[in-house]
């Protein structure tokens, strides 16, 4: 007995393995991650460098030169680029796809601590490097700003309560904190005034680390109690420092307060974030690989309502990015698309097979192949993206083919007056064989898609892998499922055809009429059939060449970004929107 014959035999088993495929695909598609893109992870490096007060200039020849001469010497590196600005150096590494992003970290340590004994010792840190993804966008922007607080107090809510607990939510990378404004006290002193009573401005940083200071101070133990000592040298704010003595000169005191201005401020006051021309912190949320965006996005939005019931009514809490938003546009767009492909391919079926029960048979190939390979993409680990579904929805015309071929030739088989068990096991049998190899030859086509490589390749590896199996699946189907319900539930039409069928049956003469007669005109005229096919081929190829190319298809997700970048002697005071800053309108 052929393979075919053992499905047609036992429905109950049949039955049983399609609902098996059908169980196992909604479970896939719902543990399926819901993304734009698939997920590509680019080898990539930062290493950052400190040096407080070294000019740009500085940077880029005592430090960041002598990194990238030590780490050029790494096997695997792809890119290397580095930017310097006042005492800071940024270089980032990219390594090729196929470099471990382990070992290239183990590396870029060595050459870190090779590197060390050619960098200038005055640098308060050695050199640190942190792994990052470059197509890990942010998914949730938060924008905190407050028209009555000062920015200090904005940011103690931003760092201590929401970056903190957005970062124990599942699925949550790391919260970063644009503009942060953490609060400091700063002392601005005078250097005439400094020279007058003979001070210098390391005798003002001694005296500030010696009289600031927060350490045990150790505990009285008495026979029945004992007391820890407390030390009041915590400072505070800029009214507490006013009257902390520098030193003595001409047998009295002198204060800090005497020397310049004390005032409260903030650690960093050369960055600054707006948002509706609000001066505001931003919060940026990013996801961890294979995560759900949709999912992460919304269980952030659900902790909102408590932030805003926690912190005071003054404080704003506003989303100023949410990136899940347009894949649920971009995906449900290409769902809608699958379904409505789905609907006009069993449209075109019953308007050609105009039979209820021909038709019903060869489109239940179509929900079984799409829903199986949900199943398949959760155990590989893809992503619910518009490859995936684009791959799914070209898979379409593809998958009902096998059916129909079975479905015709047992139909012919059942006009010779055989029973429709016999009909089914004799048709499945003649052509099981030639499906079989339909399949094969069909997933084939997709196999040097796999082996494509660069980002294009990582790319389209998923869309390959999505086509193949929800083929496979549909071969699989029309060899077991579609035979075994011909076997029981095909129905030919009778004798007494309805008014649909006879004026049906007439165009399709008439269609079959019209392509007789334009094959018989070009079987007559071979000359101008192939002057025909060989202008088709010219125009197709200058056609090619007219065709703008892109990497991936221009999509509006309702935002515009910009950047804008001045010189590095700029003043701040002048156009601190202007030196460094970026620009996102929604």
Not at 21 to 35: E, T
């Amino acid at each position: 007995m052929n393979i075919t014959g053992i499905f047609i035999s036992r429905p109950v088993m049949t039955t049983l393995v399609m609902l098996g495929i059908v169980l196992f695909g909604v479970a896939g598609y719902r543990a399926l991650p819901v993304s734009d893109l698939p997920n590509v992870d680019f080898p990539t490096l930062q290493v950052y460098a400190n040096l407080p007060g070294a000019s740009p200039e500085t940077m880029a020849a005592n430090v960041a030169t002598p990194l990238e001469r030590q780490f050029s010497t790494i096997p695997g590196l792809d890119s290397m680029t580095s930017s310097s600005s006042r005492g800071s150096t940024n270089v980032t590494l990219q390594f090729t796809l196929e470099r471990s992003l382990d070992a290239a970290a183990q590396d870029v340590q060595s050459a870190i601590a090779a590197a060390l004994r050619r960098l200038p010792p005055g640098m308060p840190n050695p050199p640190t490097f942190r792994k990052v993804n470059p197509a890990d966008q942010p998914i949730l922007n938060l924008s905190l700003n407050s028209p009555t607080l000062p920015l200090s107090a904005v940011d103690e809510y931003a760092e201590t309560m929401i970056s903190q607990r957005i970062s124990m939510i599942d699925g949550v990378a790391q919260v970063n904190v644009m503009g942060a404004q953490k609060y400091a006290v700063r002392a601005q002193v005078d250097p005439s005034l400094l020279a007058a009573r003979g001070i210098g401005i390391d005798d003002v940083e001694n005296a500030l680390e010696r009289q600031n200071v927060n350490q045990p101070t150790g505990t009285l133990w008495g026979p029945r109690q004992s007391f820890t000592v407390q030390a009041t040298g915590q400072l505070m704010d800029a009214a507490s420092y006013r009257p902390l003595i520098v030193a003595y000169r001409g047998g009295r005191p002198v204060r800090l307060a005497e020397l310049g201005r004390v005032v409260d401020s903030v650690e960093n006051d050369k960055v600054a974030g707006w948002f509706n021309n609000a001066r505001s912190i931003t919060l940026m949320v990013q996801r961890q690989p294979g995560t759900n965006t949709v999912e992460v996005v919304d269980r952030i939005k659900e902790l909102l309502p408590s932030f805003r019931q926690q912190m005071p009514p003054s404080v704003n809490l506003d989303i100023l990015y949410d990136r899940s938003e347009s894949i649920r546009e971009s995906v449900n767009d290409v769902k809608f698309t699958l379904v409505l492909t789905i609907a006009l391919v069993v449209m075109v079926i019953f308007l050609f097979l105009r039979n209820v029960s021909a038709t019903v048979i060869p489109s239940l190939a179509l929900p079984m192949s799409v829903v199986g390979t949900f199943g398949a993409m959760a155990l590989c680990g893809y992503t619910l993206d518009n490859l995936s579904l684009m791959a799914l929805t070209l898979s379409v015309g593809f998958v009902v083919d096998d059916a129909i071929v079975i479905l015709e030739n047992i139909v012919r088989h059942i006009e010779m007056g055989k029973p429709r068990m016999q009909a089914a096991i004799e048709g499945a049998s003649e052509i099981g064989f030639t499906i079989l190899s339909m399949t094969l030859s069909l997933a084939a086509v997709f196999i040097p898609v796999l082996f494509m490589s660069g980002i294009m390749g990582r790319l389209f590896h998923e869309f390959a892998v999505t086509i193949s199996v929800a083929i496979l699946i549909s071969g699989f189907v029309s060899l077991s499922l579609t035979p075994m319900l011909c076997s029981r539930f095909l129905k030919l039409p009778g004798e007494h055809q309805n008014a649909f069928q006879r004026g049906s049956e007439r165009i399709f003469d008439g269609l079959r009429d019209l392509y007789g007669w334009s094959l018989r005109g070009v079987l007559r005229h071979h000359a101008l059939t192939m002057l025909m096919a060989a202008g088709t081929l010219v125009a197709t190829i200058y056609l090619y060449g007219l065709v703008p190319k892109g990497f991936i298809p221009n999509q509006d997700t309702g935002q515009i970004q910009g950047s804008t970048e001045a010189p590095q002697d700029i003043s701040d005071r002048k156009s601190t929107r202007l030196n460094s800053s970026h620009l996102v309108i929604s």
